[in-house]
Protein backbone atom coordinates (compact mmCIF):
# COMPACT_ATOMS: atom_id res chain seq x y z
CA UNK A 1 0.00 0.00 0.00
CA UNK A 2 2.82 2.04 0.00
CA UNK A 3 2.04 3.74 -2.85
CA UNK A 4 -0.92 5.22 -1.43
CA UNK A 5 0.90 6.78 1.22
CA UNK A 6 0.71 11.03 1.27
CA UNK A 7 -2.36 10.50 -0.33
CA UNK A 8 -4.07 13.96 0.40
CA UNK A 9 -7.64 12.37 0.47
CA UNK A 10 -6.32 10.33 3.41
CA UNK A 11 -5.07 13.23 4.96
CA UNK A 12 -8.62 15.27 4.91
CA UNK A 13 -9.88 11.59 5.78
CA UNK A 14 -7.49 12.02 8.73
CA UNK A 15 -8.07 15.55 10.11
CA UNK A 16 -12.40 15.04 9.42
CA UNK A 17 -11.85 11.71 12.09
CA UNK A 18 -9.79 13.97 14.47
CA UNK A 19 -12.34 17.00 14.06
CA UNK A 20 -15.34 14.42 15.18
CA UNK A 21 -12.67 13.29 18.04
CA UNK A 22 -16.10 14.09 20.58
CA UNK A 23 -18.82 11.96 18.73
CA UNK A 24 -16.05 8.99 18.07
CA UNK A 25 -15.11 8.93 21.84
CA UNK A 26 -19.04 8.53 22.45
CA UNK A 27 -20.11 5.92 19.41
CA UNK A 28 -16.80 4.51 18.32
CA UNK A 29 -17.85 5.63 14.63
CA UNK A 30 -16.02 8.57 13.08
CA UNK A 31 -19.98 10.03 11.59
CA UNK A 32 -18.92 10.46 8.26
CA UNK A 33 -20.34 6.57 7.53
CA UNK A 34 -17.33 5.75 6.33
CA UNK A 35 -17.81 2.20 8.42
CA UNK A 36 -20.31 1.71 6.45
CA UNK A 37 -18.63 2.63 3.11
CA UNK A 38 -15.71 0.14 4.05
CA UNK A 39 -18.71 -2.79 4.74
CA UNK A 40 -20.13 -2.15 0.75
CA UNK A 41 -16.72 -2.01 -0.56
CA UNK A 42 -15.24 -5.28 0.93
CA UNK A 43 -18.93 -6.75 0.31
CA UNK A 44 -18.45 -5.71 -3.49
CA UNK A 45 -14.81 -6.27 -4.31
CA UNK A 46 -13.30 -8.91 -2.17
CA UNK A 47 -13.27 -12.58 -3.11
CA UNK A 48 -15.81 -14.65 -0.77
CA UNK A 49 -14.33 -17.19 1.81
CA UNK A 50 -11.11 -15.66 0.68
CA UNK A 51 -9.98 -13.50 4.06
CA UNK A 52 -6.46 -12.74 2.74
CA UNK A 53 -8.11 -10.99 -0.14
CA UNK A 54 -10.66 -8.88 2.38
CA UNK A 55 -7.63 -7.58 4.25
CA UNK A 56 -6.47 -6.31 1.25
CA UNK A 57 -9.54 -4.40 0.30
CA UNK A 58 -9.76 -2.87 4.07
CA UNK A 59 -6.34 -1.95 3.83
CA UNK A 60 -6.27 -0.30 0.31
CA UNK A 61 -9.25 1.78 1.39
CA UNK A 62 -7.54 3.07 5.04
CA UNK A 63 -4.60 4.18 2.99
CA UNK A 64 -6.82 5.34 -0.14
CA UNK A 65 -10.06 6.63 0.54
CA UNK A 66 -10.75 6.90 4.53
CA UNK A 67 -8.66 6.52 7.36
CA UNK A 68 -9.68 3.21 9.64
CA UNK A 69 -8.95 3.27 13.31
CA UNK A 70 -7.99 -0.33 13.00
CA UNK A 71 -4.54 -2.01 14.13
CA UNK A 72 -3.71 -1.46 10.70
CA UNK A 73 -1.32 -3.43 8.18
CA UNK A 74 2.30 -2.15 10.04
CA UNK A 75 1.22 -2.85 13.61
CA UNK A 76 -1.03 -5.69 12.46
CA UNK A 77 2.30 -7.64 11.63
CA UNK A 78 3.30 -7.07 14.92
CA UNK A 79 0.18 -8.83 16.10
CA UNK A 80 0.44 -11.53 13.51
CA UNK A 81 4.17 -12.61 15.11
CA UNK A 82 2.82 -12.75 18.82
CA UNK A 83 -0.07 -14.88 18.11
CA UNK A 84 2.36 -17.34 16.20
CA UNK A 85 4.42 -17.31 18.99
CA UNK A 86 1.51 -18.28 21.11
CA UNK A 87 -0.60 -20.44 19.40
CA UNK A 88 -3.68 -20.15 21.28
CA UNK A 89 -6.85 -21.76 21.33
CA UNK A 90 -9.20 -18.95 22.67
CA UNK A 91 -9.08 -15.29 21.98
CA UNK A 92 -10.33 -12.45 23.56
CA UNK A 93 -10.39 -8.99 21.74
CA UNK A 94 -11.57 -5.84 23.20
CA UNK A 95 -12.63 -3.55 20.98
CA UNK A 96 -13.80 -4.99 16.94
CA UNK A 97 -14.57 -1.74 14.93
CA UNK A 98 -14.72 -3.17 11.59
CA UNK A 99 -13.56 -6.62 12.04
CA UNK A 100 -9.98 -6.12 10.86
CA UNK A 101 -7.97 -7.12 13.71
CA UNK A 102 -10.25 -10.06 14.46
CA UNK A 103 -9.72 -11.40 10.53
CA UNK A 104 -5.82 -11.03 11.21
CA UNK A 105 -6.14 -12.90 14.34
CA UNK A 106 -8.30 -15.75 12.28
CA UNK A 107 -5.95 -16.22 10.04
CA UNK A 108 -2.50 -16.27 12.52
CA UNK A 109 -4.28 -18.50 14.67
CA UNK A 110 -6.39 -20.74 12.40
CA UNK A 111 -6.71 -23.27 15.27
CA UNK A 112 -8.18 -20.54 17.51
CA UNK A 113 -11.72 -19.53 18.63
CA UNK A 114 -12.19 -15.58 18.72
CA UNK A 115 -14.74 -13.83 20.91
CA UNK A 116 -14.61 -9.87 19.94
CA UNK A 117 -16.49 -7.62 22.24
CA UNK A 118 -17.96 -4.12 20.64
CA UNK A 119 -19.35 -1.38 22.38
CA UNK A 120 -21.04 0.02 19.31
CA UNK A 121 -23.85 -2.01 17.66
CA UNK A 122 -23.56 -0.67 14.13
CA UNK A 123 -19.45 -1.70 14.24
CA UNK A 124 -20.93 -5.06 15.18
CA UNK A 125 -23.19 -5.05 11.79
CA UNK A 126 -20.30 -4.00 9.75
CA UNK A 127 -18.20 -6.70 11.45
CA UNK A 128 -20.22 -9.53 11.07
CA UNK A 129 -20.35 -9.13 7.48
CA UNK A 130 -16.94 -8.56 7.01
CA UNK A 131 -16.13 -11.47 8.51
CA UNK A 132 -19.01 -13.40 7.15
CA UNK A 133 -17.71 -12.46 3.50
CA UNK A 134 -14.12 -13.68 4.62
CA UNK A 135 -15.09 -16.76 5.66
CA UNK A 136 -13.67 -17.20 9.15
CA UNK A 137 -17.06 -15.90 11.20
CA UNK A 138 -17.81 -20.34 11.87
CA UNK A 139 -14.75 -19.06 15.00
CA UNK A 140 -14.63 -15.19 15.97
CA UNK A 141 -17.74 -14.23 17.41
CA UNK A 142 -18.60 -10.59 17.52
CA UNK A 143 -20.39 -9.98 21.15
CA UNK A 144 -21.74 -6.78 21.47
CA UNK A 145 -21.12 -5.70 25.29
CA UNK A 146 -18.30 -3.97 27.41
CA UNK A 147 -16.14 -5.73 30.44
CA UNK A 148 -17.31 -3.18 32.29
CA UNK A 149 -21.74 -3.87 32.17
CA UNK A 150 -21.46 -4.93 35.84
CA UNK A 151 -21.30 -8.58 35.15
CA UNK A 152 -23.44 -9.03 31.66
CA UNK A 153 -20.88 -9.52 29.45
CA UNK A 154 -18.45 -11.45 31.69
CA UNK A 155 -21.24 -13.73 32.68
CA UNK A 156 -21.74 -14.17 28.89
CA UNK A 157 -18.45 -14.88 28.11
CA UNK A 158 -18.22 -17.28 30.84
CA UNK A 159 -21.72 -19.13 30.17
CA UNK A 160 -21.85 -19.27 26.53
CA UNK A 161 -17.67 -18.98 25.40
CA UNK A 162 -16.73 -21.31 28.23
CA UNK A 163 -14.24 -18.57 29.82
CA UNK A 164 -12.86 -19.91 33.21
CA UNK A 165 -9.44 -20.41 35.05
CA UNK A 166 -6.73 -20.49 33.05
CA UNK A 167 -8.95 -20.64 29.44
CA UNK A 168 -7.59 -17.26 28.01
CA UNK A 169 -4.41 -17.61 26.27
CA UNK A 170 -4.46 -14.48 24.31
CA UNK A 171 -6.25 -10.99 24.64
CA UNK A 172 -5.95 -8.05 22.27
CA UNK A 173 -6.85 -4.47 23.71
CA UNK A 174 -7.50 -1.71 21.23
CA UNK A 175 -10.66 0.02 22.87
CA UNK A 176 -11.77 3.35 24.40
CA UNK A 177 -8.28 4.18 26.60
CA UNK A 178 -9.60 4.84 29.72
CA UNK A 179 -11.18 1.27 29.97
CA UNK A 180 -7.34 -0.67 29.15
CA UNK A 181 -6.96 -1.25 33.35
CA UNK A 182 -10.08 -1.77 34.65
CA UNK A 183 -10.33 -4.15 32.08
CA UNK A 184 -7.03 -6.06 31.99
CA UNK A 185 -7.75 -6.07 36.03
CA UNK A 186 -11.15 -7.72 35.39
CA UNK A 187 -9.80 -10.25 33.01
CA UNK A 188 -6.80 -11.03 35.61
CA UNK A 189 -9.32 -11.07 38.66
CA UNK A 190 -11.28 -13.49 36.67
CA UNK A 191 -8.84 -16.05 37.06
CA UNK A 192 -8.66 -16.62 32.91
CA UNK A 193 -5.38 -16.04 32.19
CA UNK A 194 -2.57 -18.85 32.48
CA UNK A 195 1.30 -18.45 33.05
CA UNK A 196 2.88 -17.40 29.82
CA UNK A 197 -0.91 -15.94 28.31
CA UNK A 198 -0.32 -13.34 26.04
CA UNK A 199 -2.21 -9.53 26.29
CA UNK A 200 -1.75 -7.29 23.28
CA UNK A 201 -2.36 -3.57 23.70
CA UNK A 202 -2.45 -1.16 20.90
CA UNK A 203 -2.30 2.56 20.79
CA UNK A 204 -0.10 2.95 24.10
CA UNK A 205 2.13 5.87 22.31
CA UNK A 206 -0.86 7.25 20.29
CA UNK A 207 -3.08 8.22 21.68
CA UNK A 208 -1.54 7.06 24.86
CA UNK A 209 -2.33 4.77 27.33
CA UNK A 210 -0.03 6.18 30.45
CA UNK A 211 -1.48 4.51 33.27
CA UNK A 212 -1.29 1.01 31.66
CA UNK A 213 2.22 1.80 30.19
CA UNK A 214 3.18 2.59 33.47
CA UNK A 215 1.18 -0.24 35.54
CA UNK A 216 3.37 -2.85 33.02
CA UNK A 217 6.57 -1.36 34.09
CA UNK A 218 5.98 -1.31 37.69
CA UNK A 219 4.86 -5.45 37.11
CA UNK A 220 8.18 -5.94 35.01
CA UNK A 221 10.01 -9.34 35.62
CA UNK A 222 6.55 -9.68 38.43
CA UNK A 223 3.13 -10.53 37.15
CA UNK A 224 4.00 -9.50 33.29
CA UNK A 225 7.42 -9.24 31.19
CA UNK A 226 6.55 -6.98 27.96
CA UNK A 227 8.18 -6.14 24.78
CA UNK A 228 7.54 -2.89 23.75
CA UNK A 229 7.06 -2.25 19.83
CA UNK A 230 7.84 1.03 18.49
CA UNK A 231 6.00 2.08 15.50
CA UNK A 232 3.48 4.53 13.57
CA UNK A 233 -0.15 5.26 14.31
CA UNK A 234 -2.05 2.92 11.00
CA UNK A 235 -2.26 4.30 7.87
CA UNK A 236 0.16 7.21 7.92
CA UNK A 237 4.03 7.90 7.72
CA UNK A 238 4.40 10.49 10.46
CA UNK A 239 2.62 9.69 14.18
CA UNK A 240 4.49 7.56 16.57
CA UNK A 241 2.57 4.79 18.27
CA UNK A 242 4.29 1.75 20.66
CA UNK A 243 2.24 -1.87 20.74
CA UNK A 244 2.86 -3.90 23.68
CA UNK A 245 2.70 -7.35 24.07
CA UNK A 246 2.84 -8.65 27.73
CA UNK A 247 3.16 -12.19 28.89
CA UNK A 248 1.85 -12.76 31.88
CA UNK A 249 3.85 -14.76 34.43
CA UNK A 250 0.99 -15.90 37.32
CA UNK A 251 -0.47 -14.03 40.16
CA UNK A 252 2.30 -12.52 42.14
Known amino acids: MSQRRGNPFFSWSFLRMMLGMPQLLKTWQVGDGREEKLAQKVLST ?3 GDARDVIRVIDEFAWGESFLMNVGDE ?8 LANAAPRLILEIGTYCGYSALRMALAAPQAR ?6 NAANKHV ?10 NDRVTVVHGVLG ?5 VAALKHTFGFGPGSLEFAFIDHDKKHYMPDLMRIVQEGWLRKGSVVVADNVGFPGVP ?7 SEEGKTWRTVTHNTLVEYQTTIKDRVLVSTYQGAA
Open 75 to 82: KGAILDAA
Open 149 to 153: DEGKT
Open 114 to 119: IVSLEF
Open 127 to 136: ADRILAQAGV
Open 46 to 48: ARK
Open 211 to 217: DYEAYMK
